[in-house]
T-cell receptor, first 116, second 113 residues
Framework: GAVVSQHPSWVICKSGTSVKIECRSL??????MFWYRQFPKQSLMLMAT?????????EQGVEKDKFLINHASLTLSTLTVTSAHPEDSSFYIC????????????FGPGTRLLVL | GENVEQHPSTLSVQEGDSAVIKCTYS??????FPWYKQELGKRPQLIID?????GEKKDQRIAVTLNKTAKHFSLHITETQPEDSAVYFC????????????FGKGTMLLVSP
C-alpha cells in the first residue's frame, strides 16, 4: 500500500505557542489530503480537506484561523495550530489520496499534541 | 449530511469464533464503504472496502456485505485471532477516496485466546 508519513509524532508545547505538523505522501502524488482529530476512545473527526494548490475546506465548527492548513505540493500538507491552548491537546491524523492509489485514503501515523 | 451508525461498540469473542460488526448509513447517495482497523496509538489501516455496485467482497478471513436497499453494510471476520483485537471503524462516502469519509464511532474487538 501507499505510505504516508507525519512529523512530529508527538509534541509538547506551552500555551500560546504555535505548532506545525507535516503530512507527506512518500510514494504517490496526493492530490487530496484530509486532517482529522481524534480524542481518546473516540472516532475520527474530520477537520478539513485540502487539495493541492487551493484553499482548504473546513468542516463546520472548525476555526480556520486557529488551524491553518497549507497544501503547497503534491506530497506535502501542513497543519499549524496557532496560539495553542490545553483544549487543543489531541491526536491529529492526516490522510492522503490521489491517482495511482485506487482513490483510497491512506493515513499517517498521527501526531500527539499536548499543550501545557 | 451523512450519518453512520455502528454497532456494537464493543465485541468480545473467543479465538476461532466469528465476529460481525454492522453499520448503517443515512445518505442513499453514498457509494463507497471502507473499513479501517486501528490498533492502540497507531494509524487506521484499510482492511477492506466495497463499492455500491457489488453486494459482497471477500479477502481471506475478512468479508464485507452491502445492502443498498436497507442502507447497511457489515464486516465479517472468521476464525478470529488475538491479533485481530483492535478498534474497527466503518465509513461511508459519495464517490471515492477523494470524497470526505463519514466514520462510525468504532467497535472495539477483543479476541481472547
Amino acid at each position: 500500500g501507499a505510505v504516508v508519513s507525519q512529523h512530529p509524532s508527538w509534541v509538547i508545547c506551552k500555551s500560546g505557542t504555535s505548532v506545525k505538523i507535516e503530512c507527506r505522501s512518500l510514494d504517490f502524488q496526493a492530490t487530496t489530503m484530509f486532517w482529522y482529530r481524534q480524542f481518546p476512545k473516540q472516532s475520527l473527526m474530520l477537520m478539513a480537506t485540502s487539495n493541492e494548490g487551493s484553499k482548504a475546506t473546513y468542516e463546520q465548527g472548525v476555526e480556520k484561523d486557529k488551524f491553518l492548513i497549507n497544501h503547497a505540493s503534491l506530497t506535502l500538507s501542513t497543519l499549524t495550530v496557532t496560539s495553542a491552548h490545553p483544549e487543543d491537546s489531541s491526536f491529529y491524523i492526516c490522510s492522503a489520496t490521489g491517482h495511482g492509489v485506487s482513490e483510497t485514503q491512506y493515513f499517517g501515523p498521527g501526531t500527539r499534541l499536548l499543550v501545557l | 449530511g451523512e450519518n453512520v451508525e455502528q454497532h456494537p461498540s464493543t465485541l468480545s469473542v473467543q479465538e476461532g469464533d466469528s465476529a460481525v460488526i454492522k453499520c448503517t448509513y443515512s445518505d442513499s447517495a453514498s457509494n463507497y464503504f471502507p473499513w479501517y482497523k486501528q490498533e492502540l496509538g497507531k494509524r487506521p489501516q484499510l482492511i477492506i472496502d466495497i463499492r455500491s455496485n457489488v453486494g459482497e467482497k471477500k479477502d481471506q478471513r475478512i468479508a464485507v456485505t452491502l445492502n443498498k436497499t436497507a442502507k447497511h453494510f457489515s464486516l465479517h471476520i472468521t476464525e478470529t485471532q488475538p491479533e485481530d483485537s483492535a478498534v474497527y471503524f466503518c465509513a461511508a462516502s459519495k464517490g471515492s477516496g477523494y470524497s470526505t469519509l463519514t466514520f462510525g464511532k468504532g467497535t472495539m474487538l477483543l479476541v481472547s485466546p
